[in-house]
């Protein structure tokens, strides 16, 4: 059971809300209309709310949301009409953001590992959702064709958030792997070489995840800056092939990180 008190968990939640917003300042793909590739902006909220529980992680993600939407208000410019504006608010920024508290229903739950990762997966889905449905209102007519404008909006957004997605999760399972959360003070585990071996692995291939988004992002710019329909021109055999190049080195380096770490231990 948790002793801090509400002086600890506030100043926690203070250092975390400034880490995760120069985070998203960190942008590795930035979308010509709001969104980009960001350094795993949501993971130090992910974690707060998994260690401090609902209230807590819904109150620091939605102060986090006020500040993405302070740092973003020029896209809310863009909106055609009142409407437009008041639905990016909402769904851009204060819903998509405040969503992430809800890590905290799993407060501390058992194992770390599978409950932090399983939880970061559905709240990065749910902030795609809120993006999509932003996309196929509020931007309709300013970045998001009127014809098909679901379709149109779920690829732009997957164009972001599919590579966010795996960076941050990716993060989270390493520190996860790493440091026990569901101490007061978080300590650092014992590693294990099988984890150690599969969590390095696994960074070749989100690399290669990110990267064929990339080219993904990279297909649908135009001279005007987007054209979501250009994604039909993607040639599926470079995306293939920078995949199953990533899958390749995943593999040969989770054997040559298992074997010398065996063989170092062998040594002693």
Not at 13 to 27: D, E, Q, T
Not at 40 to 61: K, N
Not at 201 to 212: G, K, L
Not at 232 to 245: D, F, Y
Request: proline content about 3%; charged content about 10%; glycine content about 6%.
């Amino acid at each position: 059971m948790s002793k801090q008190g509400t002086k600890d968990i506030l100043i926690e939640c203070a250092v975390v809300i400034v880490v995760a917003f120069i985070l998203s300042f960190i942008v590795i793909v930035k979308m010509p209309y709001g969104g980009g590739v960001t350094l795993a902006c949501m993971l130090p909220l992910i974690v707060l709310s998994y260690r401090q529980g609902l209230l807590w992680g819904l109150l620091s993600a939605f102060v986090f949301s006020l500040l993405q939407l302070a740092a973003g208000f020029h896209n809310v410019s863009n909106a055609s009409d009142t409407v437009s504006a008041v639905e990016i608010v909402l769904l851009d920024y204060i819903l998509a953001y405040t969503i992430v508290g809800i890590v905290g229903w799993w407060k501390r739950q058992r194992p770390q590992t599978s409950t932090v990762v399983t939880a970061g997966i559905f709240v990065c889905f749910l902030r795609f959702v809120f993006h999509v449905l932003a996309g196929a209102t509020a931007w309709v007519n300013v970045s998001i064709p009127t014809v098909d404008s679901m379709v149109n909006s779920i690829i732009y957004n997957m164009a972001y958030m599919i590579p966010e997605t795996v960076i941050t999760v990716y993060l989270l399972a390493l520190l996860s792997y790493t440091i026990d959360f569901r101490k007061d003070k978080p300590v650092v585990k014992k590693r294990n070489t099988k984890s150690s071996a599969i969590a390095y692995s696994v960074f070749f291939f989100c690399i290669a995840i990110v990267a064929d988004f990339i080219y993904l992002f990279w297909m649908i710019q135009n001279k005007e800056g987007f054209d979501v329909t250009k994604i039909h021109e993607a040639n599926p055999m470079i995306l293939g092939v920078i995949t199953m190049v990533g899958i390749a080195m995943a593999v040969c380096s989770y054997f040559m990180f298992y074997m010398f770490a065996n063989k170092n231990e062998g040594t002693k």
